[in-house]
């Protein structure tokens, strides 16, 4: 019982009045974000960090995680009404979702999303409830070589997994290592590749890069995408499912539900891979796997029970372990490091109130965004109608003005451009944003626990593997490392044997 008392008095934290309107805010803000394609939740909550400034720390990240869970749903409804993901995660969706809207059963298909959504949603958060005390106790025994080891694997993963090459992913990680050394040498206090500028004396902060890469980048690339001219939207009726359409989801729900927890725990997971591996998975054990992109209402309750459930399991690493698994968490992860709090094993035992605060205010986000997801779908296809070149430029002037508001500089606002120019160029030539991000994150935490690991060591690497879960980690890091190589080296011998038996025969 001693355990479930930190969590009820997380209620008591969330049902105070600004606390539950921050959390109202956060998923409307969401699903608009999730309805307007291509923005994103990572753009929206990079935007919105300066507006976090001026307001309690357990307040601010309950508004920033109502974005993110909140975004997965608004992306659903254009994708069935407009055969438009919003979200990347919602582009299954489309596939039986739109099909489903030109057989007259928009609402079957939004209303199907939305419980799923919920039930997704409501597991992972069960599931965070009971397994991040577990995975923060165990984080416990970490220390500066764990970090070191952890931290390699977090950035590995993200730089292989990441949409795009692997060569190009790893490329952009570098460059975000790169970024992470500029500034004050914390050991020495010699300055590096500051080439003179003060402004560049404490190292570039983490908002100039998160608004220029995923705000200014997003609208830049976005405006020359948007030749894509939306159709007129289907008409919404029947609101809710029939209990046929419920007995036949029923079974994709609970798999979605599973799949999309564990998933969303792995760095670079995340709700995009969790809704296409249910979508897979769904069609796999289908009897008539031939319904699959014609209208099957498994198509939709799958892939959007898991993209919620991955939204939601996603805060078990960043809140216990200080990994973030996805470049949305890695900006929530900044703006935590902003408002004074440090995610980790010692966030539970340090500051309880936050920790569950937030936690359980997704029970009450999730409630939220099941009463008002099919009642606002009017609303939000409305504001579809609105050019890209209106949304745009009140997008960009919001986001430099957020700029400028940080520190007062206008140093900040060169630095948004500039990494705004960089986001457009990355997205341009194939480059995702993500890993260039959870690699700066990341940076100072692998470069401060290696030094750390070799002062303790006395220079000596081999003590790394000495320790168990550091050598447990590492190899995770050879095998993710060196794994796929072995893979395409015995793919490409298989296929000159196979060329070899052909030609001999």
């Known amino acids: 019982m001693e355990f479930l008392n930190p969590v009820l008095d ?3 934290v969330v049902l105070v009045p600004q606390n539950l309107l921050y959390c109202l805010m956060g998923v409307v803000i969401g699903m608009l974000i999730g309805v307007l394609p291509g923005l994103g939740p990572a753009a929206t909550i990079a935007i919105l960090l300066p507006l976090t400034y001026g307001i309690e720390p357990v307040t601010a990240i309950i508004m920033l995680a109502g974005i993110f869970y909140g975004a997965q749903y608004g992306g659903t409804i254009t994708s069935v009404l407009l055969r438009l993901p919003g979200e990347a995660s919602s582009v299954v969706t489309v596939f039986d979702g739109y099909v489903l809207a030109k057989q007259g059963r928009a609402g079957t298909a939004l209303g199907i999303a939305a419980i799923g959504s919920f039930i997704g949603g409501t597991v992972a958060i069960i599931g965070l409830t009971f397994l991040a005390p577990l995975v923060a ?22 730089s292989t997994i990441s949409g795009g090459t692997k060569i190009k992913a790893l490329i952009a990680a570098a460059v975000g290592l790169l970024l992470a050394t500029v500034g004050r040498d914390v050991f020495t206090g010699a300055e590096r590749f500051t080439f003179g500028n003060l402004s560049l004396a404490d190292g570039i902060d983490f908002v100039p890069i998160a608004m220029g890469l995923f705000g200014v980048g997003e609208i830049l690339y976005n405006l ?9 939207p289907a008409k919404v009726a029947n609101v809710w499912p029939s209990r046929k359409d419920l007995r036949q989801s029923s079974g994709a729900i609970a798999r979605g539900s599973v799949l999309g927890f564990f998933l969303g725990i792995l760095p670079g997971g995340g709700a995009t891979i969790s ?10 054990r289908a009897k008539r796997p031939e319904r699959f992109g014609k209208g099957a209402v498994e198509g939709v309750a799958g892939p959007e029970t898991a993209n919620n459930a991955a939204a939601t399991s996603s805060f078990i690493p960043l809140l216990t372990l200080g990994i973030p698994a996805n470049a949305t968490m890695a900006i929530i992860f900044g703006a935590l490091l902003i408002q004074g709090v440090t995610p980790g094993p010692q966030l539970i035992s340090e500051d309880p109130e936050l920790f569950w605060g937030v936690v359980n205010s997704m029970y009450i986000g999730n409630i939220l965004l099941l009463i008002m997801s099919i009642p606002l779908v009017g609303l939000f296809v409305k504001i579809l109608r609105v050019r890209g070149a209106i949304l745009a ?39 995702e944003p993500g890993p260039l991000v959870l690699a700066f994150v990341l940076g100072e935490l692998l470069e401060s ?3 750390r690991s070799l002062l303790v060591l006395e220079g000596d690497v081999s003590g790394f593997f ?16 060196v794994g796929p190589m072995i893979q395409s080296a015995l793919a490409k011998r298989q296929q000159r044997q196979n060329a070899r038996v052909s030609a001999d025969s």
């Open 275 to 284: 809704s296409m591996v249910s979508y897979a998975v769904e069609k796999k």
């Open 466 to 481: 000495t320790r168990p879960i550091t050598a447990v980690l590492l190899a995770i890091f050879v095998l993710v490392a």
């Open 224 to 232: 020359e995408e948007r030749h894509r001219a939306a159709s007129a």
């Open 10 to 12: 997380g209620f008591g």
């Open 137 to 158: 106790s165990f984080a416990l025994d970490f220390g500066p070589p764990e970090y070191t080891a952890l931290a390699l694997v977090g950035i590995l993963l993200v």
């Open 449 to 451: 626990n290696l030094r």
């Open 393 to 431: 430029p009140i997008t960009a002037l919001i986001t430099i003005l957020g700029a400028f508001t940080i520190r007062n500089s206008m140093f900040d606002v060169l630095l948004v451009v500039l990494f705004g120019a960089l986001g457009y160029l990355m997205k341009k030539f194939g480059f």
